[in-house]
Nanobody, 118 residues
């Protein structure tokens, strides 16, 4: 199994920046994809960005402002968030997908709050 711990959330003014980190432990060698999801109050959880062996994917709402990166040696994924907007306010969750003989399996972090003030 995989354990995920997020950090870096907080309160920032509109136009500011934050960098989220997600440290993975456990069976990290089996991780195929890592991603950042977010869930705003009253809304469903949505994919913000993910990264595997191909080109990183970004939701249209964050494209050009957010950058996802992955350090395989440190088993850590980052989300650099620039030009933050109040609409970016949400709980951000780290996600990892493992590929083993039993098939793909999803793991989630506990979430970190990002609040963007106007």
């Amino acid at each position: 199994q995989v354990q995920l711990v997020e950090s870096g959330g907080g309160l920032v003014q509109a136009g500011g920046s934050l960098r989220l980190s997600c440290a993975a432990s456990g069976s990290t060698s089996s991780i195929f994809t890592m991603a950042w999801y977010r869930q705003a109050p009253g809304k469903e959880r949505e994919l913000a960005a993910n990264i595997n062996s191909g080109t990183p994917y970004y939701a249209n709402s964050v494209k050009g402002r957010f950058t996802i990166s992955r350090d395989n040696d440190k088993n850590t994924v980052y989300l650099q968030m620039n030009s933050l907007k109040p609409e970016d306010t949400a709980v951000y969750y780290c996600n990892a997908v493992t590929l083993r003989s039993y098939g793909p399996r999803n793991y989630w972090g506990q979430g970190t709050q990002v609040t963007v003030s106007s």
